[in-house]
């Protein structure tokens, strides 16, 4: 703590325009650093950051606790530190890379619009009745819908439409005879990125040996990103949800409107109709 003080002190005393130079240099050390969290937020990557941080903490603590042969091995583990983290964050590292190009989102997003962000009520109900049309025709479709982490890498090695979310759209682009039905749809906000998306497939355990690629691919990129993925079974027609490596099999297309109100929207529609209906019984009270 003394040492942090004298270097502030020092950093005090210096000519004013050499103050200056210091303050900008962190700012940008700081903003550089911000943008590497925003890129890896909602991604596996922040497991990894978690993994790391245990790490520390275990081989701090056989230090103090004269663990001495644990604490041995891990201060040889950390040797081998940097060539871990690059290829444990070579996904991330790629994305930062190419996020400095000119034209990236990088310079484009310096400063997020969060009115943007937010689903409007439309296009949940155009999804809802897209997947609902579907699932009665049994038409297998595969929709990821981003929540946080950014899913550029994957859209563009699909078809890119950037096109407004409708439900008609969303329905021609599973038809059987689209080129376009084989892969998934990436969707931000009310707009479709891209279709014909290829995702990582899921090696868990966990998952039904009888569902088919289609919900794998589901669970993979849930797996690895922050975001929804809608699955409607091409054989049975049921609509089922992904979400943070899970799959859940939904009753009908009521609950999906109820999951993406409260996913995408932050709205709890069961708890606005409880609040609805005690404000309805007080008014009442108060009439009687």
């Not at 090695?157 to 892969?183: C, K, T």
């Not at 089922?240 to 409260?262: D, F, M, V």
Request: hydrophobic share 50%.
């Amino acid at each position: 703590m003394e040492d942090l003080l004298a270097q502030f002190r020092s950093l005090l005393s210096q000519q004013p325009d050499k103050i200056l130079v210091n303050v900008v240099d962190i700012l940008l050390v700081a903003y550089l650093i911000y943008r590497l969290l925003m890129l890896v937020r909602g991604t596996q990557a922040w497991r990894i950051f978690a993994g790391i941080g245990t790490f520390l903490v275990v081989f701090w603590l056989s230090g103090r606790l004269g663990f001495y042969t644990l604490y041995w091995l891990l201060e040889k583990a950390i040797y081998l530190g940097p060539t871990a983290l690059v290829l444990l964050f070579f996904p991330e590292l790629r994305a930062a890379i190419e996020g400095l190009a000119p034209n990236s989102a990088f310079f484009q997003k310096l400063v997020p619009n969060k009115d943007e962000e937010r689903m409007e009520a439309r296009t949940v109900e155009e999804i809802v009745a897209a997947i609902a049309e579907l699932s009665s025709e049994s038409v297998g479709a595969l929709i990821v819908v981003e929540k946080v982490a950014m899913l550029d890498d994957i859209a563009s090695n699909g078809v890119q439409l950037n096109a407004r979310v409708s439900a008609a759209l969303l329905e021609s682009i599973f038809f059987e005879n689209n080129p376009l039905h084989d892969g998934a749809v990436i969707m931000r906000g009310d707009s479709i990125l891209a279709a014909a998306c290829r995702l990582p497939l899921s090696e868990s355990k966990t998952i039904d040996p009888h569902v088919h690629m289609r919900h794998r691919a589901a669970v993979g990129v849930t797996e690895v990103y922050d975001c929804l993925a809608l699955v409607v079974s091409e054989e049975r027609g049921t609509i089922s949800i992904a979400s943070e490596g899970k799959l859940k099999r939904l009753s009908g297309h009521a609950e999906l409107r109820t999951i993406l109100n409260r996913e995408l929207r932050s709205i709890d529609e069961e708890a606005s109709a409880d609040q609805k209906s005690k404000s309805r019984r007080k008014r009442q009270k108060v009439a009687t």
